[in-house]
């Protein structure tokens, strides 16, 4: 079962503009997190809200969590090409982590 | 060097054979995991371990079989039972459900 899911399937912007990319579960959650993946790679853990916060910041990432409505969102500002990758939120789902669809963010020089 | 790690990075297998992926860890971590993920896909779950000498079923079980003996190895081993083998393997580890590290990854195909 996969409890997010993540739109849109794919993102194309320049170096410079905002990301934003967005999750919707489907279930109650105690925390959603956000990671991301190069291709061919391993996932890297970028950030983690919890249910009862509503935004969160680190570096050039803001995530926000809507639990009325089941979603969240993570914007990438003044993004760089190096920031190219897959972006995957996670929810926890009784004793394990169930992975959305993600979203493949190119970024153009 | 702390981390996880997965060999082999690309990985064959013959009709009828069975496989088997390594996952070690050497982060002290008591949970391990194995997703399996199709080209464009998100992660599916096919198992987990939340302790030495146990382990349950995640959703996509059927066709894979695992071990875990010893608290930094949890190795996968796809039999031939599971018809459609080709993926992208990938394993983590954690101490939390609050943070996951992943290692590399390994493709597998079928000759």
Redesign the interface.
Known sequence: ??Q?EEDPQALSIQEGENATMNCSYKTSI??L?W?RQNS??????LI?IRSNEREKHSGRLRVTLDTSKKSSSLLITASRAADTASY?C?T?DT????????T?LQVFP | DGGITQSPKYLFRKEGQNVTLSCEQNLNHDAMYWYRQDPGQGLRLIYYSQIVNDFQKGDIAEGYSVSREKKESFPLTVTSAQKNPTAFYLCASSNSWEKLFFGSGTQLSVL
């Open positions: 079962s996969q997010g105690n925390n997190q990671y061919g790679r391993g996932l890297v853990h983690l995957f996670a926890d004793d394990k982590l169930i992975f959305g669809t993600g493949r």
